[in-house]
């Protein structure tokens, strides 16, 4: 009866090289999901950097769109008080400022964005210490 119950045993086992099938399939199955997180994440990171290249890009437009639109006028304003050129130079300085603080806002906010897959090497560092944990028979 023993002998019986330790042949059945021995038959439900899997054998080594099933045991190294199943782990290469697990393995290549592990990978494309790991791969497939870091393309999810980096997308994501992607994203988020596309709202700090927009503020620069609105910023730029703005600042250019307001120098040749309203400065102009502006100009013209200052010059019955001041003369032409040194109006010129004050509105140029304001509408210059103020591009320059919306690029510099644009690219602080760019500069704070992490662009490294962080949950992917996580779960990569997770991987790589559940397979040294595994033990191989015989």
Known sequence: MR????????????????????????????????????KQELRQKVLDSTDSVKLIAVGAVLGLVTLFSFCAFLIYLLATWLPLWASAGIVTIIFGLGAFLSIMSGINRWRQINLKPEQTIETLEEDKRWIKKLEFPG
């Open 3 to 38: 002998a019986m119950k330790t042949m059945k045993e021995e038959e439900e086992r899997p054998t080594f090289g099933e045991l190294i099938g199943r782990l290469a399939t697990e393995s290549s199955q592990l990978v494309r999901a790991e791969i497939a997180l870091a």
